[in-house]
């Protein structure tokens, strides 16, 4: 765990350190300790990943060494300062996703982490205090069937149960967990079928949007909706479209942003995509278009300005309209079923689809072929035979 010979690419680092001072390191999210010592150099993992505790952990460690060298009682071989195996057992499974959260919240945006926050609250509710160690494959089991008692969603305890197996992988790589009771977890969670939505017909794309353009309180949306519409973006992306991703001619608009409720991010699939617009919708964005548009201005606003709230918008205008026109409710997400759907039913290429909507092309069958002339079809084996009605 300790060795006296230090990486060759680190010595520019640990030169300008002070004699006799221990340096707390991270490197690649696990922490170390670095000092020269009698002309020697050192470097000691520790097996704990950077946190705002363990910090504090390493530190304490490092003053120690730093006084035992002040006072000549340094241990070269470095026994006394290695942590001993026995601390693992001190990690306590709230402990432990604590730490698996504060590595992932650098790198993901806050509505997902808040899904950590509740995973944690949950693990600390059923586990309490008790440590990673008493945690095996019966325990495990005793917590998917107590977030069952809560009456969450086969998908929502799915979706956490991957949370917790993906916390105890990230802890066996970190020397922090022997073993993964987690491991099948999420398997054992059936989420049932969950049928498409109906796609809107052409009848109906076409009621929607004159709806909204005669529409006394809601005619500012009919831009927006014919967009969602024309494009199959998800809602997101056009709520969070700006002028700078629109061409000049309005021919074309770049998709590699989306805006929910004020927090803007990538897409869903964290990938970008440009899209050549229909005539059509080029004369809708022209006609939208400043003279001289600012670059972060957005495309699609409320009627005061500010950006769009995708559940003002369907709670009010969107059920509105439908039921003023007397159309089966779906949600404004159907839009964008509803263009695959029927360029698929035009014969339009598969892959081509994927690459306008940003999806692959195995999810793009499974989830959004959800028309008539789309789906596979069953041979017509009985056609040359003889009518079936039964003679007397």
């Known amino acids: 765990m300790g060795t006296k010979q230090s990486d060759p690419s680190n010595l520019s680092c640990e030169s300008k350190s002070q004699k006799g001072t221990v340096n ?6 696990m922490l170390r300790l670095r000092w020269r010592y009698l002309e020697k150099r050192y470097v000691m993992t520790l097996g704990l990943p950077d946190s ?3 910090h504090q952990v390493a530190q304490q460690k490092a003053t120690q060494i730093e006084l035992d060298m002040a006072s000549g009682n340094f241990d070269p071989s470095l026994e006394k300062y290695k942590p001993r195996a026995r601390k693992r057992a001190q990690n306590t499974v709230t402990e432990l996703f604590r730490q698996f959260t504060e590595r992932k919240a650098k790198a993901i945006h806050g509505r997902s982490l808040e899904k950590y926050q509740t995973t944690l609250k949950y693990l600390s509710e059923f586990f309490g205090s008790r440590v990673v160690e008493q945690v095996r494959q019966e325990e495990a089991d005793q917590f998917i069937d107590w977030l069952k008692g809560k009456n969450l969603s086969e998908l929502v305890i799915k979706e956490r149960l991957t949370l917790i197996k993906a916390a105890w992988e990230w802890g066996e790589k ?4 022997e073993s993964n009771p987690w491991s099948e977890a999420p398997k054992r969670v059936k989420v049932a079928p969950k049928q498409a939505p109906k796609p809107f017909t052409r009848e109906e794309i076409g009621a ?10 809601y005619h500012h949306y009919a831009d927006f909706v014919e967009f969602l519409f024309g494009t199959g973006c998800r809602t997101s992306e056009a709520i969070g479209l700006r002028w700078q ?4 001619d309005c021919a074309s608009v770049w998709i590699g942003e989306s805006l929910t409720r004020g927090e803007r991010k990538a897409t869903k699939t ?6 050549t617009v229909t005539p059509r919708l080029q004369s809708v964005l022209k006609a939208r278009r400043p003279a001289q548009p600012e670059p972060d201005q957005l495309v699609f606003t ?6 769009i709230d995708d559940h003002n918008f369907r709670n009010r205008a969107w059920v509105k309209i439908l039921m003023k026109l007397e159309i089966d409710y779906r949600k404004p997400y159907t ?13 339009q290429s598969p892959v081509m689809i994927a690459q306008l909507t940003g999806h692959d092309v195995q999810t793009l069958y499974e989830n959004y072929a959800g028309s008539v002339n789309s789906r596979p079809r069953l041979p017509d084996l009985f056609s040359p035979l003889a009518d079936p009605t039964p003679h007397s």
């Open 335 to 347: 839009t964008r079923h509803t263009l695959i759907s029927h360029a698929l039913d035009l014969g």
């Open 52 to 54: 705002k505790v363990n």
């Open 24 to 29: 707390v390191i991270d490197q690649d999210g």
């Open 270 to 275: 964290n990938r970008a995509r440009t899209i």
């Open 208 to 217: 929607i949007i004159q709806g909204f353009r005669m529409d006394r309180y």
């Open 302 to 307: 409320s009627p005061k300005g500010g950006s």
């Open 245 to 248: 991703h629109v061409s000049d």
């Open 174 to 177: 970190q020397k922090l967990v």
